[in-house]
């Protein structure tokens, strides 16, 4: 399946209905599903490195106003997370790897993923 990387915090928007567009500099002619899977990067309340849900890419439009591709996205099903290394552009990952899975077993499943930052004490003098 094509897959494609976002910050974490922008994939969980999608599964909460939260975000409908996605914002490229880069067009693609691909549509269908596509898997949708964390960036790297350590944002609190967010999983880093895990695909964790299929849209549908139902359309990309230009627009000159912001000088961005709108990647109109649809129908989100979440999925038993996978570990992935996200790369640039889109990239394949086999399908075998997905499983689609209900909301509360996402829930159950992603607890154990999401960031938390450790908070330290400050040393005293």
């Known amino acids: 399946m094509k897959a494609l990387s976002v910050r974490g915090n922008y994939v969980l928007d999608m599964i909460a209905g939260k975000k409908k567009i996605e914002y490229r500099t880069w067009y693609t002619k691909y ?14 309340g967010a999983a ?3 695909a964790l849900c299929v849209v549908n890419l ?3 439009e230009y627009c ?17 997370p ?9 990239f394949n990952v086999p399908n075998k790897l997905i499983k689609v899975i ?17 908070f ?5 003098n």
């Open 31 to 44: 549509r269908g599903d596509l898997l949708m899977c964390s960036t790297a990067k350590k944002i609190p």
């Open 48 to 50: 880093p490195g895990y």
């Open 58 to 60: 139902d359309s990309v």
């Open 64 to 80: 000159e106003e912001d000088d961005f591709y709108h990647w109109n996205i649809s129908n989100v099903r979440v999925i038993k």
């Open 82 to 90: 996978i570990h992935v290394k996200g790369q640039l552009k889109l």
């Open 102 to 118: 209900s909301k509360d077993q996402f829930e159950d499943e992603i607890k154990p993923l999401i960031y938390q930052p450790k």
């Open 120 to 124: 330290r004490r400050k040393k005293r």
